[in-house]
């Protein structure tokens, strides 16, 4: 594919979308190749409505910070941009003025694996100055024909887009690409300019409010952090908490519990035992195991007779993680009555002496800064960090009473759940958007009457 797409004519450029089979759609609208919608509506080839469409650079990178931060594919998300982890053009290397981003830009991913190939989304000005590389498609359009790139996105970003961009990706099981001869046809669907701007506004709104809750959520968890930073190394007392920590080596007060070795593959949803396997407490966003709450993979009885149960208050680690971050990761149980449920592969299960670590506190040993630092620095491997029994045995740590432990959860349990609440009216939120795309970018509803449109 050339590193430049232009707006061209031909056959496929002028054809039009005729209606076929009118009986299946309701009065003033018509059936089309790409579903029903408005008879007012038009349908025209990508390449009628681009004016360019330009694939960045070909740039060597860094991790480390240089003048030129580069967005690449894996940056490139559905409607938006994730720049949590952002490559550099390499030191020395000065970029090509066309393959910088500029508020507003329209991108498309044209090289992933198959399931996310063909990702487009707006640049909001993420950061003061980006480039794209060469695995993007920056698509300009024709303002007489599409009202805005806001409009573009949302279009694009359609359940039935999305579709056909993925019906033009060709290659093999992990690798795709999307060419320029195939996206030139995707059919682009256009209501009038007006709509169009009516479209993009009632979903920028939408939008708006899902940035303002991510902001929301991203100052709660920066506020939950200080929080543990100040509670768990005794730098901030609760009021009514005064006396020294005692530093306690945890393992004169803990029992390790028999787990599993099963892999995933070995269990099913059929038992009557719940398997809390390792990669489940690697997924969690939580730090309590309620079993109530959470699906869990099963075991047939007969084969856990030698294994532990779990009792509320038991604390559940990962022994293996593929990165730093994971080492020491746990879960809390909570909750069990009523279920049988046994720790599994990769597991390590303590007992701790409830005189000496309360329940609803163990959740948060992990962020412990001397419980982490010790897990850490004694974890090994190359590809995978291994936790062992003995890491955990010699930890010495200075420790409040359990009762200030209690008022500690008491207190980061709050934060947690106020985070959940707001994660739950985002997601209703995502719902709510995604149906308005599904409603308004089809027609199914009007913003703006025909004859307005007209």
Same mark, same amino acid.
């Given at each position: ?65 240089? %003048? ?27 970029? %090509?003025? =066309? ?18 190939? *063909?990702?487009?989304?707006?640049? $909001?000005? /993420? ?5 794209? =590389?060469? #695995? ?20 694009? =970003? ?52 899902? !940035? ?35 530093? &306690?080596?945890?393992? #004169?007060?803990?029992?390790?519990? $028999?787990? /599993? ?18 990669? %489940?407490?690697?997924?969690?966003? %939580? ?23 779990? !009792? =509320? ?24 009555? *009523? ?11 303590? $007992? ?28 090994? *491997? ?20 359990? !009762? ?15 985070? &959940? ?21 089809? /027609? ?7 004859? !307005?449109?007209?």
């Amino acid at each position: 594919m050339g590193s430049e797409v232009t707006k061209r004519n031909g056959p496929a450029a002028t054809r039009s979308c005729e209606e076929r089979g009118p009986r299946d759609a309701p009065p003033g609208y018509k059936k089309t190749e790409v579903g029903v919608i408005p008879k007012d509506w038009d349908i025209k080839p990508l390449m009628e409505v681009l004016v360019r469409g330009r694939l960045g650079g070909n740039y060597p990178t860094q991790e480390t910070d240089t %003048d030129f931060p580069l967005i690449k594919m894996g940056n490139v998300g559905r409607g938006r941009f994730d720049l949590s982890k952002v490559e550099f053009i390499a030191s020395g290397v000065v970029p %090509d003025d =066309n393959h910088r981003l500029r508020q507003g830009d329209i991108l498309l991913n044209t090289r992933n694996t198959p399931e996310l190939v *063909g990702k487009v989304a707006i640049w $909001r000005s /993420g950061l003061p100055v980006a480039y794209y =590389n060469s #695995n993007l498609m920056k698509l300009e359009f024709d303002p007489q024909k599409v009202a805005s790139n806001e409009y573009a996105n949302y279009a694009l =970003n359609s359940e039935a887009s999305v579709r056909r961009l993925h019906a033009l990706a060709t290659g093999t099981t992990s690798v795709a690409a999307i060419y320029s001869r195939d996206l030139l046809r995707l059919p682009f669907v256009l209501p009038s300019l007006s709509e169009q701007r009516a479209i993009a506004e009632a979903l920028s709104d939408v939008d708006g409010l899902l !940035e303002a809750l991510d902001n929301l959520i991203a100052k709660k968890r920066a506020i939950k952090r200080a929080a543990m930073q100040q509670l768990l190394t005794g730098e901030t007392r609760l009021p009514g908490f005064r006396g020294p920590w005692e530093t &306690k080596r945890l393992g #004169n007060h803990v029992r390790f519990l $028999r787990n /599993g070795t099963l892999s995933r593959a070995d269990l099913s949803d059929a038992g009557s035992v719940k398997y809390l396997h390792y990669g %489940d407490i690697h997924t969690s966003s %939580d730090v309590y195991l309620n079993p109530s709450t959470r699906t869990l993979p099963t075991l047939q009885r007969s084969l856990t007779k030698s294994l532990d149960r779990l !009792e =509320n208050g038991d604390l559940v680690l990962v022994d293996a993680s593929e990165d730093i971050e994971g080492v020491g990761k746990a879960l809390e149980v909570k909750g069990v009555q *009523g279920h049988e449920i046994v720790a599994g592969l990769h597991t390590i299960a303590a $007992r701790f002496d409830k005189s000496v670590l309360a329940d609803g506190f163990k959740a948060y040993l992990q962020f412990c800064p001397p419980f982490r630092k010790h897990i850490r620095r004694l974890a090994a *491997g190359t590809k995978v960090y291994a936790t062992q029994r003995a890491h955990i045995e010699t930890v010495e740590m200075p420790l409040p009473t359990v !009762e200030e432990q209690t008022a500690i959860a008491a207190v980061l349990s709050d934060m947690d759940a106020e985070i &959940k609440a707001l994660e739950a009216q985002r997601d209703k939120v995502r719902r709510i958007k995604r149906g308005m795309m599904q409603e308004l970018l089809t /027609g199914r509803i009007r913003l703006v009457q025909p004859e !307005e449109a007209a």
